[in-house]
């Protein structure tokens, strides 16, 4: 028997995502969203979910847009959860108290998210200091400097986008692709890769992924022309 | 009074920051004006461009018909490949600017304080705000620069003696290029160092909210 990591479709990945899981959403911009798990997820029903993820409100994040669109979310956590402009249907829910929203920088969410994924117990960084992001919290000096906690932030799922995965999970991507995607995958219980081109194990240099597949438990060959198969 | 008086244009702004850049420096460029800067450096002027989406030593942005989807800025700009670039994760792409490897940033501003306090992340009155990546580069380049125009829309000043807005970053800004004049911050307060062409040292003052600290002589900008 072969062991393998694929999946059949983007359906049958996201089966088990229950409604209050917490996700992580991989992706900033054009080409770098699990577009294919998100439109899946919005098909299965699942609600009360809480969502982080680098864009939110942005018309380049199609999938979670429509997800809040839907009122599939309870919560979102993320740099950028407002439109540019006034408007959006994230704000309107928040305002309308329907959808609670944290905003955080995305320097705090990239170590947040590698706290999750090393197993370390929290960081301690300078930034936001002096800022209302860092009133009431927990500080400490550190070398004559003075910083404050961040916790790790850790998922049910993490759904991401990379060019390239073989049948075990490992992967490669393409680009600016990289960016959150590589530092979700290790933060989740569950990680579910959406790629471009699968192969057999060997397909990619050992030397190039960016990946491994120790932090992928599932691969769904979805192509970008929409094709799935 | 100065109501009518000629302002600077936005690239004119930006060509006036991209004198600011040293040689061989690695620099991360905000959305908006900032964004112009790449276009003004000189092209014996070797600068290493940071993004935030991942991306080091990229060009300035794609002239039409070369965009790649998969080489763009922090605002979802199509940028222009160039030899010796670098792909990496968010974790590094913040690791850069945190740790201290970014030399210079060059950011928009809605205030910035007589001592180098900046707001840029929320308009009061609008209630909400994106941070994107704006305090993890104020706390982290080595030094932040403010591209912006010297009044917002309504004509409220945008250097200010106190900023009112909530602050992205405490005593950080290190220099102020507006339409009307350069100035840098200091612990005594706002310096005043350049003025636009046509504009004397008062009728800058009588459009800024902190008071300026004027030298005996102010030079003009180089343009």
Known sequence: MTFSKLYDTPATAVADIHDGATLLIGGATRNSEPTALLVALLASGVRDLTCVCDFADWDGSEGVLQLAHAERIASIISPFPFAGESGGVIRKQWQAGALAVEVIPQGTLAERLRAAGAGIGGVFTPVVLGTRFADGRETRTVNGVECVLESPLRADFALIRADRADALGNLAYQGAQRGWNAVMAPAARITIAEVDVVGEPGAIDPELVITPGIYVNRVVHAPPTGEQG | ?223
């Open chain 2, 1 to 223: 009074m100065t109501d009518d008086k000629e302002r600077l244009d936005r690239a004119i702004i930006a060509m006036r920051v991209a004198r600011e850049l040293p040689p061989g420096a690695t620099v991360n460029l905000g959305i908006g004006i900032p964004t112009l800067v790449s276009m003004f450096v000189a092209d014996d002027s070797i600068v290493f461009y940071h993004s935030e989406s991942g991306v080091l030593n990229c060009g300035p942005l794609a002239e039409d018909g070369n965009e790649d989807i998969d080489l763009i800025n922090a605002g979802g700009q199509f940028l222009e490949p160039v030899p010796g670039m670098a792909y990496f994760s968010s974790v590094d792409a913040f690791a850069m600017i945190r740790g201290g490897h970014v030399d210079v940033t060059i950011l928009g501003a809605h205030q910035v304080s007589a001592t180098g306090d900046l707001a840029n992340w929320m308009l009061p009155d609008r209630g909400v705000g994106n941070i994107g990546g704006a305090m993890d580069l104020a706390a982290g380049a080595e030094k932040v620069i403010v591209a912006m125009e010297h009044n917002d829309r309504n004509g409220n000043p945008k250097v200010v003696q106190e900023c009112s807005f909530p602050l992205t970053g405490k005593g950080c800004v290190s220099l102020v290029v507006t339409d009307v004049a350069v100035m840098e911050p200091t612990p005594d307060g706002m310096a005043l160092r350049e003025v636009a062409p046509g504009w004397s040292a008062d009728e800058v003052q009588s459009v800024t909210g902190a008071r300026l600290i004027i030298p005996d002589s102010v030079a003009e900008y180089e343009v």
